[in-house]
């Protein structure tokens, strides 16, 4: 830059605050994100959930302080540690020419770090962005080791593109293993009487999981559609839980109880007992 651009003009764009100063010798644009800022301070790249905003994809929560990847090589000081996620590993040259990890990265490091519900709605973003393809997810999970990698694994066999945003992500990860279900992201119903697309179902068992997002009954045709299309399923036998978001975030144990009630009701087993930290939740 310095070889473009005389030091009085840099010092005259800083003070107009057409650039930001960020330390020594590191400059960028005001556009530039909190998160890119931080990273490129630290001679970084953003990474894990600040990567995966960066790439353009929905998460279920977003990241309270940047993520960040620096070379193993790197010194950070204990103040440039503070209000940051960082993490040390080898960067690659279109890494660090692009600030951020590669897609296929982004998703393994999240699914190594993060909660099961959060990471598998990463890995669905990315496969519906197209960034990220299925089959390529899967050879670098399998490729991984060290601590973590079972998670990887775990989130890359479970990614689905269908998946239409990470509430409903959320909800499929917490149903995920229940025996009896076969969940299917967007699934088309096309009976005699009926047809909607639900956003998880089991045509086998009739079951139906929604969830149900307040910006979807943001108007009162919105409201009546989704009705009707809820009386309609369960008339022609299918059987509907529908769930907020605060359900699934913050109660998931309560989430996933009523599920296998559900099921056991369908197996004609009885059904388990309510997570006791749940029952004092719960309205009787």
Not at 44 to 53: F, N
Not at 66 to 85: A, C, F, Y
Not at 110 to 125: E, G, N
Not at 183 to 192: E, F, R, T
Request: hydrophobic residues 45%; glycine residues 6%; positive net charge.
């Amino acid at each position: 830059m310095r070889a473009l651009v005389p030091q009085s003009a840099l010092e005259s764009a800083v003070a107009e605050g057409s650039v930001v100063r960020l330390r020594r010798g590191r400059y960028v644009l005001p556009a530039v994100s909190a998160h890119r800022r931080a990273a490129h301070a630290r001679s970084g790249v953003v990474s894990h959930l600040s990567a995966a905003l960066a790439h353009g994809w929905p998460v279920l929560r977003p990241p309270v302080r940047p993520w960040l990847t620096v070379p193993r090589n790197r010194k950070v000081s204990r103040e440039q540690r503070r209000g940051v996620v960082i993490t040390y590993r080898d960067l690659s040259p279109h890494e660090r020419a692009a600030g951020l990890t590669d897609p296929i990265r982004t998703v393994l490091d999240c699914a190594v770090k993060l909660p099961f519900d959060q990471a598998l709605a990463v890995a669905d973003s990315a496969l519906r962005s197209g960034d990220v393809a299925r089959h390529e997810l899967l050879a670098a999970a399998r490729a991984l080791r060290g601590t973590g990698s079972s998670r990887a694994r775990r989130v890359a066999v479970a990614a689905d593109r269908r998946a239409a945003n990470p509430f409903e992500s959320a909800l499929r990860a917490i149903a995920l293993d229940l025996p009896g279900l076969r969940l299917q992201p967007q699934l088309v119903i096309a009976d005699v009487g009926v047809f909607a697309t639900v956003d998880l179902g089991d045509p086998r068992a009739r079951v139906v999981l929604e969830a149900e997002g307040f910006e979807f009954h943001g108007t009162r045709d919105g409201l009546e559609r989704d009705c009707r299309r809820y009386t309609e399923l369960v008339m022609h036998g299918w059987r509907v839980l529908r769930y907020t978001w605060d359900d699934v975030v913050h109660r998931p144990e309560w989430v996933r109880w009523t599920i296998e009630v559900l099921v056991a009701g369908l197996s004609g087993l009885p059904a388990p007992p309510q997570p006791q930290e749940e029952r004092r939740a719960v309205p009787a």
